[in-house]
């Protein structure tokens, strides 16, 4: 049986990737679906240029899925996408989100495919742990009260978590970011056969908004 891992190239579904890939399950895409709208409700928008190099480091098949990004409209597109390929099942990174998890599902059901979630209802601390150990993850995007800064363009790990945890005390934020209070990019991990080298890294601020741009990845 062969899967799709949807995938932004953030820390959730490369993890949820990399666990079906533990199980003995066999990826054959990494697909990834590419808003216009920069304030989509189910996907990100930043550095995917960074995915087929991670797909080529996976030694899987990369599919850029378009869409406008309009709320209900974009699963749609996903739909569509899957639709074209010869796949049996997707991966996805979904931890607490009902919207993001439901929608995944339905599309799953609709295609007669198999939808594979091993992070659903993990501890949010567990889950960063997880990425620490296994991966090279950074924040990317933030969009809290609380995190700038002090975690744009770091690597998760213990200390980061640590900090993560110091402002979900006062802020009350997700500390995995499933609230929209961040968004993550994976430059390494076990199933990558080398690590993704990138260019500088150029952060941006706007109110609450913070952004690690990088332009290109190899």
Same mark, same amino acid.
């Given at each position: 049986m062969s899967f799709a891992a949807l995938t932004s190239g953030g820390k959730d579904s490369i993890l949820a990737m990399q666990k079906a &890939?533990?199980?003995? +399950? +066999? =990826?054959?895409?990494?697909?990834t679906v590419v808003p216009k709208n920069k304030e989509s409700y189910m996907f990100h928008s930043a550095n995917l240029n960074a995915v087929p190099v991670m797909a080529e480091r996976t030694g899987v098949e990369y599919v850029e899925i378009k869409s406008d990004g309009v709320k209900e409209k974009e699963v #749609? *597109?996903? +739909?569509a996408g899957l639709e074209k390929l010869d796949i049996e099942g997707v991966t996805?990174?979904?931890i607490e989100s009902e919207y993001q998890r439901s929608r995944v599902d339905e599309v799953c059901k609709s295609l007669g495919l198999t939808m594979f979630a091993?992070?659903?209802k993990m501890k949010p601390l567990d889950v960063l742990k997880e990425v620490s150990e296994k991966m090279d993850a950074r924040i990317v995007v933030c969009a809290s009260d609380g995190l700038g800064e002090n975690v744009?363009?770091?690597? =998760? *790990? #213990?200390?980061l978590i640590t900090e993560l945890l110091r402002v979900?005390? +006062?802020?009350r934020i997700h500390i995995a970011g499933e609230g929209g209070e961040y968004e993550s990019l994976v &430059?390494?991990?076990p199933c990558f056969s080398s690590? =993704?080298?990138?260019? #500088?890294?150029k952060f941006e601020y706007e109110g609450l908004l913070g952004k690690a741009l990088i332009e290109r990845f190899w």
């Open positions: &890939l533990d199980v003995g +399950k +066999k =990826i054959s895409h990494m697909v #749609e *597109d996903m +739909k996805v990174g979904a091993p992070l659903w744009l363009g770091k690597r =998760i *790990d #213990e200390n979900s005390q +006062k802020r &430059l390494n991990a690590p =993704i080298n990138f260019s #500088e890294m």
